[in-house]
C-alpha cells in the first residue's frame, strides 16, 4: 500500500503565501517524477508543477515565477511554495507521484494520487 498525503492548504488573501507539503509512505522502491495539479470548481484538473527525480522543473504558465516546486529525495516529499496568490489560485491542490514497488522480484509501477488540499485565495 502506497499513499501521499498532502498538508499546507488553507484560506490566504491575495497576495500571499501558502507552502503545501506532500508525503509518500508504503512499500515504495522508487519514486521517479512528482507533480502537483489543481481542480478549480467546475473546471478540469490540471498540471501546476513538475519535478524529475534529478529536480527538473516544469511550471503552467499560470504558475511561473510565482511557485517553487522541491522535492527531498530522501523523505520522499515534494513541496509547493506558492506566492503572490491570486484568487484564481483558488482550487483543490493534489499531490502526484510515479512510483515503483517490490513485488517479489520484479516492480510494479504505480501512478499515485493524494487526496488533496483546498487553497482558497480570498479577502
Known amino acids: 500500500q502506497v499513499q501521499l498525503v498532502e498538508s499546507g492548504g488553507g484560506l490566504v488573501q491575495p497576495g500571499g503565501s501558502l507552502r503545501l507539503s506532500c508525503a509518500a509512505s508504503g512499500s515504495i522502491s522508487s519514486i521517479f517524477a512528482m507533480a502537483w495539479y489543481r481542480q478549480a470548481p467546475g473546471k478540469q484538473r490540471e498540471l501546476v508543477a513538475h519535478?524529475?527525480?534529478?529536480?527538473?522543473?516544469n511550471y503552467a504558465d499560470s504558475a511561473k515565477g510565482r511557485f517553487t516546486i522541491s522535492r527531498d529525495n530522501a523523505k520522499n516529499t515534494v513541496d509547493l511554495q506558492m506566492n503572490s496568490l491570486k484568487p484564481e489560485d483558488t482550487a483543490v491542490y493534489y499531490c502526484?507521484?510515479?512510483?515503483?514497488?517490490?513485488?517479489?522480484?520484479?516492480?510494479?509501477?504505480?501512478?499515485?494520487w493524494g487526496q488533496g488540499t483546498l487553497v482558497t485565495v480570498s479577502s
Open positions: 519535478i524529475t527525480r534529478a529536480g527538473s522543473t
Open positions: 502526484n507521484a510515479d512510483i515503483s514497488q517490490p513485488d517479489g522480484r520484479e516492480y510494479r509501477y504505480l501512478d499515485v
